[in-house]
């Protein structure tokens, strides 16, 4: 945390870079920069929270406040009409958490731990809810492949629907996981131990409430300074939005998995890393949608082939990897592999 709190010290400074009319570059570095401690202290204080409950609680905690500062970012650059980087971070965070963050997480605690299980009932509901998840977004593409709509007009409307069954979707699999079935999803593990401070639950939540504020107020110096540092950086707004943003916001939570995971908490550790890609594709995007309508952005859920391709082999890798409810060191630096793979082919895109 000591490192975190130094961090910290780049939240003014970006603020006022961005003021002073520094270079867009620098601003853009600072205000990742800020974002990071950000969002590591909100997830220190989500797990503070939820030290008390049960590892399925204290994972969708987890994964809820650490997508909060992906989804501050995204509300920002929605109400700026950057669109293709909104779908983009979307894409990015979804991949990240399977791929990315589930990777350097087996592979860590594997090195540690010559076999790691975790509960299988978790596991196969975990891979069933994914599937369903790459199926709300596979049929907006199609539907935009194969509907002739030039101006995305239906599109639009038909992923408004669409959001909202997603929601309902997240919502059961909250009944699902937290009740009527907590008892088959949880741990032998006892309470949800955490690398959160000993905070109490007051002052857990009014950091949290302070952290979620100074986000939404960097995150709009993020956006402001993104399209001129991608064209300084020659980048692409799209592999931005696919790799850097999905990182910066998720910082925090990535590692909170990784040291679940190296401490042997298997479960913890999988309801962080997969609970947040669930989560993005069945709440975060559907949110983002409405919101569209809300900031009168004509967001849909039509992502590109690319995209949809991508999220699909991804699950797919995923499911194969946690299935048999067992993990080691090789399955975790092979989805490590194929996070690669697909950032190369993004960065050429």
């Keep these: 945390m000591r490192i975190l709190y130094a961090l910290l010290v780049f939240v003014p400074i970006a603020i006022l870079a961005r003021f002073a009319g520094a270079p867009p570059l620098a601003v853009f570095l600072l205000s990742a920069a800020a974002i990071i401690p950000l969002s590591g202290i909100m997830s220190a204080a989500t797990e503070a929270v939820a030290e008390h409950t049960s590892p399925a609680m204290g994972g969708v905690l987890s994964a809820t406040m650490g997508n909060l500062a992906e989804l501050i970012i995204a509300t920002i650059a929605l109400q700026a009409g950057l669109i293709d980087l909104v779908k983009a971070s979307i894409t990015g965070s979804i991949l990240g958490n399977l791929l990315l963050v589930l990777g350097i997480a087996l592979l860590a605690g594997g090195l540690k731990f010559k076999v790691q299980k975790f509960n299988p009932n ?18 907006p593409a199609l539907f935009y492949g194969l509907h002739p709509d030039p ?9 408004h629907y669409v959001a909202w069954l997603l929601i309902a979707g997240y919502v059961a699999w909250l009944v699902f996981s937290l009740g009527t079935h907590s008892s088959t999803l949880g741990s032998e593990e006892g309470p949800a131990v955490t690398v959160a401070p000993k905070w109490s639950s007051k002052k857990a939540m009014g950091i949290l409430l302070a952290a979620a504020v100074t986000i939404g107020a960097v995150a709009e110096v ?27 916001g998720n910082a925090a939570e990535n590692s909170s998995a990784i040291i679940l995971a190296m401490r042997n908490r298997m479960d913890l550790a999988l309801n962080i890393a997969i609970g947040s890609s669930i989560q993005v594709a069945l709440l975060i995007a559907p949110l983002l949608v409405l919101l569209g309508m809300v900031f009168h952005q ?14 699909t082999l991804a699950v797919l890798v995923t499911s194969s990897v946690i299935r048999d409810a067992e993990t080691n060191w090789l399955e975790g630096a092979l989805l ?14």
């Design 122 to 139: 978790l596991a196969g509901a975990s891979t069933t809810v994914l599937l369903i998840a790459v199926f709300g977004l596979v049929v």
């Design 151 to 159: 101006a995305r007009v239906a599109t639009v409307r038909m992923s």
């Design 222 to 248: 993020l956006v402001s300074a993104t399209e001129e540092a991608v064209k300084v950086l020659g980048l692409s707004e799209f592999f931005v939005g696919l790799i850097l943003i999905p990182i910066i």
């Design 298 to 311: 004509p967001m849909d859920l039509a992502f590109t082939t690319m995209e949809v391709a991508s999220i």
């Design 336 to 349: 490590l592999l194929a996070y690669s793979v697909l950032g190369v082919a993004f960065f050429f895109f």
